[in-house]
Nanobody, 114 residues
Framework: QVQLVESGGGLVQPGGSLRLSCSVSGIIFSRYTMAWFRQAPGKQRDLVAS???????NYAEPVKGRFTISRNNAENTLSLEMSGLKVEETAVYYC????????WGQGTQVTVSS
């Protein structure tokens, strides 16, 4: 059974930084393009960043230059380093395959507020 467990969220001031982690089990992690998504209250779940099996990355335009996605295939973990956070980036952040094929985890809440 596939499990996605996100962690690392919290309250941060505008302009601050956070590092999110996603622990993945139940799949051969290295075979999947993985991604981070976020969902703000009342809005749809949007793609934030993705990373291919060989490490090629893509980012949503609003986060380019501020967020960095990475993966550790030996430890089955996905990370998202976020800096320059903005109030409007307050959301629950989730990891999944880029095609969203696995059951969603609980996500991790990121709140950007002064």
């Amino acid at each position: 059974q596939v499990q996605l467990v996100e962690s690392g969220g919290g309250l941060v001031q505008p302009g601050g930084s956070l590092r999110l982690s996603c622990s993945v089990s139940g799949i051969i992690f290295s075979r999947y393009t993985m991604a981070w998504f976020r969902q703000a209250p009342g809005k749809q779940r949007d793609l934030v960043a993705s990373i291919s099996t060989v490490g090629f990355t893509n980012y949503a335009e609003p986060v380019k230059g501020r967020f960095t996605i990475s993966r550790n295939n030996a430890e089955n973990t996905l990370s998202l380093e976020m800096s320059g956070l903005k109030v409007e980036e307050t959301a629950v952040y989730y990891c999944n395959s880029l095609s969203r094929q696995f059951r969603w985890g609980q996500g991790t809440q990121v709140t950007v507020s002064s």
